[in-house]
């Protein structure tokens, strides 16, 4: 389910549907928490390279459609879960750019617009929870995750 970002007003306020930051400033930094949340980092790589997850396709302020229950938002590098618990294949799911596809034959990650699967001989697809190697479906999404799915191809 995705829902629709709305930007309100005034750059001294930030309002995102149950979204629980006010600003300090104009610098971005933010201050008093309004709602309960939980963050954490999450890293996407390809072929040794990251994917700048900081860009603004994949923020909740730029993004079209976005997920409450998992994303980014652009004043810092962390994910946040404001909405119901996720997976961790649940969460890659919900981001703008992404999506994540559970088949017989294995794992299917879209990651900004490319579409990887385990079934295609010479991809291998991994995901860890905190340097850990677990199962996407399987795993919850806890506050201070540390999550990395590691996409590696022939080509």
């Known amino acids: 389910m995705h829902r629709r970002a709305m930007i309100a007003g005034a750059s001294a306020f930030l309002a995102l549907p149950g979204c629980g930051f006010l600003a300090d400033d104009e610098s971005g930094t933010h201050g008093d928490e309004i709602e309960n949340y939980e963050r954490g980092t999450l890293e996407v790589v390809v072929d040794g390279e990251p994917i700048d997850l900081s860009a ?3 923020q909740a302020e730029h993004a079209d ?3 409450i229950d998992f994303h980014f938002h652009e004043f810092d590098d962390y994910w946040y879960m404001e ?3 996720v997976t961790f294949a649940g969460g890659i799911d919900r ?4 999506a994540y596809e559970e088949t017989v034959r294995g794992h299917v990650v879209t990651a900004d617009g490319t579409t990887y699967d ?3 001989e010479g991809t291998a697809i991994e995901f860890e929870a905190n340097g850990e ?3 996407p479906t ?4 806890r ?4 999550l990395r799915v590691e996409i590696e191809t022939d080509g």
């Open 65 to 67: 459609e976005y997920s």
């Open 83 to 85: 909405g119901d618990r």
């Open 133 to 135: 190697p677990v199962d």
């Open 95 to 98: 981001l703008p750019h992404f």
């Open 56 to 58: 603004d396709r994949f």
């Open 143 to 146: 506050d201070g995750d540390e």
């Open 138 to 141: 399987e795993y919850d999404v």
């Open 118 to 120: 385990e079934a295609d």
